[in-house]
């Protein structure tokens, strides 16, 4: 049986995937320039792909371009943490309720789990991190939530990658996560929501006291 070869992703993808790797990983820092021809030699690519690249980039948050200063990665303060996680705080306690309810199996998030206590360093960490929670939400049954989250996944990421530079919190937040996963296993929906509401809002405030994010209430998740 003749295999059917792997498609090689478009210059522009890769390009793609490489800056937000080095953005979310901390490579690239907030308020840095992404010079088109620099990039280009790095990558053995035209300017082209580099700059539908970066275009793709601006869309998602990860990047502005300013016709005076170019293009940038985005700065994080304490007011763009607000705006990203609330959105967290909203939709994903609500997402991890429903797929635990609806039986959904977890595997994906208990492998992310133990990739990231595995992991060789921080960005692969991070890496992992991100899919564990991706992990929780995706199989919530509604397609629209789980792509709404995944709009702010990544803006969310570069919070996070600022918030550990500055202060290391990993083995903490392991440690809520795999509470988190147990709520969910033992299909307390309601639990598990409350421990992923407070996981999230606890972050934020730890690390950007000023983004006025709100305590969860007595009656779960806001």
């Not at 690239?28 to 275009?55: C, D, I, N």
């Not at 972050?203 to 007595?218: I, L, S, T």
Request: glycine share 6%; with cysteine.
């Amino acid at each position: 049986m003749t295999s059917v070869p792997t498609p090689i992703p478009s210059r522009t993808q890769f390009v793609l995937e490489e800056i937000k790797r080095r953005i979310l990983t901390g490579q690239l820092t907030p308020g840095q320039a992404l010079v088109e021809t620099e990039l280009a030699a790095q990558f053995g690519v035209s300017k082209t792909p580099v700059r539908e690249a970066l275009k793709t980039l601006a869309g998602t948050g990860l990047v502005v371009m300013s016709q005076y200063k170019g293009v940038t990665v985005r700065m994080v303060d304490a007011d763009m943490a607000r705006e990203v996680y609330d959105v967290r705080l909203l939709l994903e306690p609500e997402a991890l309720k429903r797929a635990v309810r609806r039986g959904a199996s977890l595997d994906a998030a208990r492998d992310a789990l133990t990739r990231a206590d595995e992991a060789a360093d921080t960005a692969e960490r991070s890496l992992a991190n991100r899919e564990f929670h991706r992990a929780l939400y995706l199989p919530c049954g509604n397609p629209l939530l789980g792509r709404m989250l995944d709009e702010v996944r990544d803006q969310a990421a570069l919070v996070s990658a600022v918030a550990w530079a500055a202060s290391p919190s990993w083995e903490r937040e392991a440690g809520e996560h795999r509470e988190i996963l147990r709520l969910a296993l033992d299909g307390d929906a309601d639990g598990a929501a409350r421990a992923l509401h407070a996981h999230i809002a606890s972050f934020v405030r730890r690390a950007f006291p000023d983004a006025g994010v709100e305590a969860q209430g007595e009656d779960g998740p806001a």
